[in-house]
Every structure is written in structure tokens, then in C-alpha cells.
T-cell receptor
Framework: NAGVTQTPKFRILKIGQSMTLQCTQDMNHNYMYWYRQDPGMGLKLIYYSVGAGITDKGEVPNGYNVSRSTTEDFPLRLELAAPSQTSVYFC??????????????FGPGTRLTVL | GQQLNQSPQSMFIQEGEDVSMNCTSSSIFNTWLWYKQDPGEGPVLLIALYKAGELTSNGRLTAQFGITRKDSFLNISASIPSDVGIYFCAVHNDYKLSFGAGTTVTVRA
């Protein structure tokens, strides 16, 4: 199993450009998540999905969009990039069967710089 | 999101030392987690705590879930160079995780 994979690893965008960060998992997990990590800060939840066709906002969703057309893929879209979106983005997935905690597995991250 | 206060923010450790870090919250949580992030990688789960007062070990790591359910600490015994990285506490609430700001551990030469 590859686990959670993310592409690209690095990207530089100009202000106002758009891009899609890709995330794929091969563990058949039903839940997927997008986090951003700013320097000296913990991870903050952007969006999450409890299954194909279902997405919901996290703590910091403004400026982002997501879709979940398949179990495996959960892309994150930035429509009008801003310098405040410079960050490291992590995708994660987990198998949730009940209200208890099940481990979230994280991808290696995408480092995005907006100039 | 939930406010988790993690301390210290950073620490330098000597190889062989025991180190400790902790995390507090003003709210009660039923699941506390400790993750480690190596440079250039995503976080990896070290220890999960499910019961107030619980003490759980994973090799040289020991973590405790506070009795009040508002805090947790992580100990690393006999530190080695590969212990460098960022350690995060996190709480699980309604299928979502909230993270502390992290403790950066660096090994002193």
C-alpha cells in the first residue's frame, strides 16, 4: 500500500492564480481531511469528507474548495491564490466506523508559496 | 477550533537525557493523542489515550491522560538523535482533530 499520496510536493503560485492539490489514498478509508500547517503552528482543518459525495467545512475553509467524487481522491482547489495561503498542506485519511477515534494517516505534504 | 496549550515551544536535549512535554486545555476531551512530525514529512501517531488517568508506553515514549481530562504529558526516556522533530498533542472530537502548536526537539551536539 502506498498509503496517502499528495502531488505536487512543492509549488510556487502568483497572486490570483488557481491550482488543485491532489490527494489519493489506497486504504479504502471513508474519511478524508485537508489541513494546513503554518510555521510554529499546529495543523488546522480546512475541509473534511465522510464519504464520496459528502464534504464539510473545517476550521479555516475560506479561499478553498473540495470535492469527493470517489473514495480514493480528495482534491483541494485554490481559486484565487493569496499570500495568506502560503503554507504546507497535508491530506489525511481514516476509517471511521463509530464515534471512537481511529488513526488518521497523513500524506507527506505539499509546500505552497504564493508570491 | 479547540485551544490546546503545548509547552515547551522548543527544547534542546542531550543524547541520553529524559525529556518531558505537556499539553493543556480549558475543555474536557475523551481522547488525547501524541503525534511526531519528522522534517519534510506528515505527522505520525505515537500514542493514543482513551481513559482519564491512563498511562501508556510505546518503546521509550510514555504518555499520560490527565485525571481532569484537560491535560496530557509525553515523556521520552534516554533520548537518541532520531528523536529530533516536532511533537504535537491533539484531541479528537466529532471525527476531527485539533492540534497544539507543537514542541520542537533538537539534539544538542
Amino acid at each position: 500500500n502506498a498509503g496517502v499520496t499528495q502531488t505536487p510536493k512543492f509549488r510556487i503560485l502568483k497572486i490570483g492564480q488557481s491550482m488543485t492539490l491532489q490527494c489519493t489514498q489506497d486504504m479504502n478509508h471513508n474519511y478524508m481531511y485537508w489541513y494546513r500547517q503554518d510555521p510554529g503552528m499546529g495543523l488546522k482543518l480546512i475541509y473534511y469528507s465522510v464519504g464520496a459525495g459528502i464534504t464539510d467545512k473545517g476550521e479555516v475553509p475560506n479561499g478553498y474548495n473540495v470535492s469527493r467524487s470517489t473514495t480514493e481522491d480528495f482534491p483541494l482547489r485554490l481559486e484565487l491564490a493569496a499570500p495568506s495561503q502560503t503554507s504546507v498542506y497535508f491530506c489525511a485519511s481514516s476509517y471511521e466506523a463509530s464515534g471512537g477515534y481511529n488513526e488518521q494517516f497523513f500524506g507527506p505534504g505539499t509546500r505552497l508559496t504564493v508570491l | 477550533g479547540q485551544q490546546l496549550n503545548q509547552s515547551p515551544q522548543s527544547m534542546f536535549i542531550q543524547e541520553g537525557e529524559d525529556v518531558s512535554m505537556n499539553c493543556t486545555s480549558s475543555s474536557i476531551f475523551n481522547t488525547w493523542l501524541w503525534y511526531k512530525q519528522d522534517p519534510g514529512e506528515g505527522p505520525v501517531l505515537l500514542i493514543a489515550l482513551y481513559k482519564a488517568g491512563e498511562l501508556t508506553s510505546n518503546g521509550r515514549l510514555t504518555a499520560q491522560f490527565g485525571i481532569t481530562r484537560k491535560d496530557s504529558f509525553l515523556n521520552i526516556s534516554a533520548s537518541i538523535p532520531s528523536d529530533v522533530g516536532i511533537y504535537f498533542c491533539a484531541v479528537h472530537n466529532d471525527y476531527k482533530l485539533s492540534f497544539g502548536a507543537g514542541t520542537t526537539v533538537t539534539v544538542r551536539a
